[in-house]
Each structure stands twice: as structure tokens, then as C-alpha cells.
T-cell receptor, first 114, second 115 residues
Framework: DAGVIQSPRHEVTEMGQEVTLRCKPI?????LFWYRQTMMRGLELLIY????????DSGMPEDRFSAKMPNASFSTLKIQPSEPRDSAVYFC????????????FGPGTRLTVT | AQSVAQPEDQVNVAEGNPLTVKCTYS??????LFWYVQYPNRGLQFLLK??????LVKGSYGFEAEFNKSQTSFHLKKPSALVSDSALYFC?????????????FGGGTRVLVKP
């Protein structure tokens, strides 16, 4: 099993640019979560999906952030336009409904906005 | 709202000594509690959970956690720490929000095990 796959692993971009982060969950998992981790704010849940449908996006910081899950094997998190305060490590995680809270995390994408 | 608190930013322990990482919780209703570990430059990994049953829960890598309802605590323990246990540890609680299907994480405790 390849685990949760995220790309890119590192992203450096300039303020104002669009950034797209990608995630492939573990095959068969029906929940997908996007988190953000910073030193100041710790680990924050941004949004999560069940069977490709967004369930709770209350953690999305503002309209510049959007997430999609067009199918069971792919999700994106987009930031447009990006700002320096978006610099963080973004994690994707997936889980099975029957063991819902045993989440499997990807390696993360380290985003730096200059 | 559900919450967990990890009162220690860092715990230092000598290899071979017992390790304890503290966590207290605040929930309405029955708590669902979890521990995750994050090694450098990696995502979080599930260690163990308490849903119901025995207050002592055993998990991966020799870790265990003790649920104490009267003290609202869920401390993580390992009898004999290894240098390889050096990592960031997160306590989490199930958030019984509208959908009830997400976790709220504590701020994390960095564990440093010295040889």
C-alpha cells in the first residue's frame, strides 16, 4: 500500500500567485481531510469530505481557499491569491468509515509564500 | 466544544527511563480520545485510541495510555523510552460538532529521548 500521496512535497511561490496542492487518498478510504500545521497555530482542520462530498469546511480560513474532490482517488486544495501568512505545512489524511478516527496522513506539502 | 490540552511543550527523558506525555480533555458526553505521533518531516501516525472499556489502552510501538475520568486525563506512557521515540506527540478528541466526524488536536508535546 502506497499510503496517502501528496504533491508537491515543497512549493515556493510569490505572493499573489495561485497554488494547487494535490492528494491521493488510500484506495477504499471514504473520508478525506485537509489540515494545516504552523508553529503559531498548531494543527488545524481546514475541510473534510465523505464520499467526495464536502461535509465541513468551517476551518477554511477565507475565500481564497477552496478544495475539491472530483473522485474518490483525488483531491485538491487551492489558494488564490496566495499570501505570506499561508506559509505552512499542509497535510492530507484519509480514513475508513468503520475506523473513522484512525486517520492516515500523507507526508505533507511545505508551502512557502514570499 | 470539545478540547484537549497538553500542558508540556517539551518532555526530556533519558533512554531506558519511563516516558509520560500528559493530556487533559474537556468534552460533553462520553469522550473518544486518541494519540498520534509525528516524526520529523512526516505526517502524523495513529498510536492508540480510547472509545470505551478498559481504562488502560495499549497501542503501537510499546505505548499505552491511561484514561482517568475523574481527572479528565488521558496520559500517554511508555515504560522504557528509546532514542527513536523522539518525536512530536498529539492528543486528540472526537469533536461532536454537526457531523461529529472530526478530531480536535492538542498543541503537541515534543519528546526528546537522550542516549
Amino acid at each position: 500500500d502506497a499510503g496517502v500521496i501528496q504533491s508537491p512535497r515543497h512549493e515556493v511561490t510569490e505572493m499573489g500567485q495561485e497554488v494547487t496542492l494535490r492528494c491521493k487518498p488510500i484506495s477504499g478510504h471514504d473520508y478525506l481531510f485537509w489540515y494545516r500545521q504552523t508553529m503559531m497555530r498548531g494543527l488545524e482542520l481546514l475541510i473534510y469530505f465523505n464520499n467526495n462530498v464536502p461535509i465541513d469546511d468551517s476551518g477554511m480560513p477565507e475565500d481564497r481557499f477552496s478544495a475539491k474532490m472530483p473522485n474518490a482517488s483525488f483531491s485538491t486544495l487551492k489558494i488564490q491569491p496566495s499570501e505570506p501568512r499561508d506559509s505552512a505545512v499542509y497535510f492530507c489524511a484519509s480514513s475508513l468509515r468503520r475506523v473513522l478516527h484512525e486517520q492516515y496522513f500523507g507526508p505533507g506539502t511545505r508551502l512557502t509564500v514570499t | 466544544a470539545q478540547s484537549v490540552a497538553q500542558p508540556e511543550d517539551q518532555v526530556n527523558v533519558a533512554e531506558g527511563n519511563p516516558l509520560t506525555v500528559k493530556c487533559t480533555y474537556s468534552v460533553s458526553g462520553n469522550p473518544y480520545l486518541f494519540w498520534y505521533v509525528q516524526y520529523p518531516n512526516r505526517g502524523l501516525q495513529f498510536l492508540l485510541k480510547y472509545i470505551t472499556g478498559d481504562n488502560l489502552v495499549k497501542g503501537s510501538y510499546g505505548f499505552e495510555a491511561e484514561f482517568n475520568k475523574s481527572q479528565t486525563s488521558f496520559h500517554l506512557k511508555k515504560p522504557s523510552a528509546l532514542v527513536s521515540d523522539s518525536a512530536l506527540y498529539f492528543c486528540a478528541v472526537r469533536d461532536m460538532g454537526a457531523a461529529g466526524n472530526k478530531l480536535t488536536f492538542g498543541g503537541g508535546t515534543r519528546v526528546l529521548v537522550k542516549p
